[in-house]
């Protein structure tokens, strides 16, 4: 809701098991609770068994997800040992019978989001067609092989590759770090979309520092205490605060992290257990810093 505020036209939520899903399991059902403040919003599910992803993917349709994105691009090793994930990329025939049978059991946007390849065999071009052939809306792509997780720098001229060898959208995710990187990333492969995880994390206003770059625009960012003001709103809002207590330091330590002199405050805002603490400890901090400006 934070980064939809600070421009992004649209998010995706961290990926959730379609086995457990199709089994009815809570927590992933729980996962997958949304607000329509951030819309329009994206599922996305990992899983090998196309049986199991049909059916998770009906569910996601029934709770009124904009998108669906499939998930052929996660390292981790939970994911990769149900043969899900980037798994996939080291096999084009489960990969292909999994979205087939996904794009038939579904009307919704539908997409996926690969890597390079397993290792160096780079088999993103041969994915990319097949998601086109299959149907799908989109082709997102992490251009790192799966060996290097998130290691080395994201190769944006195989984005630019796939671009040419598509008729979909091609949409490219890696090392955006604010405007002008995603202002060179735009004109150097001009891809058609562009998705951002670890310096939103940090920078949530990246979404409207990039579209201004884009535009050739100035852009002054927002000031840390609105950030952080607001973030403590929509997590009130939306009344969240109780359960969200660990990812809220979580994110706030991140907000933090370009802050002068304040390992005291981090390491106050990691001790914090209770959400009337965080909350006391923030506004009167950021009350401060607003005043002295
Ligand atoms: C903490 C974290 C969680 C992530 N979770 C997912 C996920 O659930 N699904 C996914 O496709 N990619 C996930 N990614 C990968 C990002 O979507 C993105 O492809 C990658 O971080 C490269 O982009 P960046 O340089 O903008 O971070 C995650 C990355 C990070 C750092």
Known sequence: MLCRQYGAQW?????????????GGSKSERLLRFFPQERPIFAQLF??????MAAAAQQVEAMGFDGLDLNCGCPEKKVLR??????????????????????????LVLTMKIRLGWENQRTFLQFGRMAEDLGLDAIILHPRTVAQG?????????VGQLKQAVGIPVVASGDVRDGESY??????????????????LR???????????????????????????????LLEETEVEADCLP???????????????????????????????????????????????
């Open 11 to 23: 998010t995706v939520q961290g990926l959730v098991s379609a086995e457990g899903l199709s089994r």
């Open 47 to 52: 899983g090998a068994s196309p049986f199991a």
């Open 82 to 107: 149900v043969g899900a994930g980037a798994a996939l990329m080291a096999d084009s025939h489960v990969a292909k019978t999994v979205v087939g049978a996904v794009r038939r059991s579904v009307k």
């Open 150 to 158: 998130f290691s080395g720098q994201a190769d944006w001229d195989a």
């Open 183 to 200: 202002r060179q990333l735009i004109n150097r492969t001009g891809c058609d979309g562009v998705l951002i995880g670890r310096s939103a």
């Open 203 to 233: 920078h949530p206003w990246v979404f409207d520092e990039s579209l201004a770059s884009a535009q050739g625009e100035d852009f002054q960012p927002p000031a840390l205490p609105e950030v952080v003001l607001r973030y403590l709103a």
């Open 247 to 293: 990812l809220a330091r979580l994110h706030l330590l991140s907000f933090l992290h370009d802050l002068p002199r304040a390992a005291a405050l981090r390491a106050k805002v990691g001790a914090c257990h209770r959400w009337n603490t965080l909350k006391d400890l923030m506004e009167t901090q950021f009350s401060q810093l607003e005043a002295e400006h």
